[in-house]
């Protein structure tokens, strides 16, 4: 079976292309469309080998998810993916820098989605 990789995002476009090239790499794709949605699948479920966040969502925003999965005490050590469409670094303001958490701009191309997830999971 697969590893699982959760992808929240609010732009359906963006989910897509994560999905594409998380497939492509033999992983299970579970997609939540706002960070509510993914906080809610992330307390039923945290078997997830990865999880993409999108900066910028309705109802609970990456930072929120984020905070979340780290106090989680089945979750803090997944890595997670901050996705953002914004060209410049201001948008990552807060975001909590360790090894565990990285960043890709999801306009930068699906070669480095794609590198972005391997090296995330420890495959680069």
Not at 13 to 34: C, F, G, I, Q, T
Not at 71 to 93: C, F, N, Q
């Amino acid at each position: 079976m697969p590893e699982k990789v959760l992808i929240a995002d609010d732009d359906r476009d963006a989910r897509v292309l994560w999905s594409a090239v998380a497939e492509e790499e033999n992983l299970s794709v579970v997609e939540a469309a706002d960070g509510r949605q993914a906080i809610e699948i992330l307390k039923g479920d945290t078997d997830f080998a990865l999880i993409i966040l999108d900066v910028m969502m309705p109802y609970a925003d990456g930072y929120e998810v984020l905070k979340h999965v780290r106090e989680d005490e089945h979750l803090k050590d997944t890595p997670v993916i901050i996705s953002t469409a914004d060209r410049t670094t201001r948008s990552l303001t807060g975001f909590p820098s360790d090894d565990k958490t990285s960043f890709i701009n999801k306009a930068a191309g699906l070669d480095n989605m794609r590198r972005g997830i391997n090296t995330a999971l420890g495959r680069e």
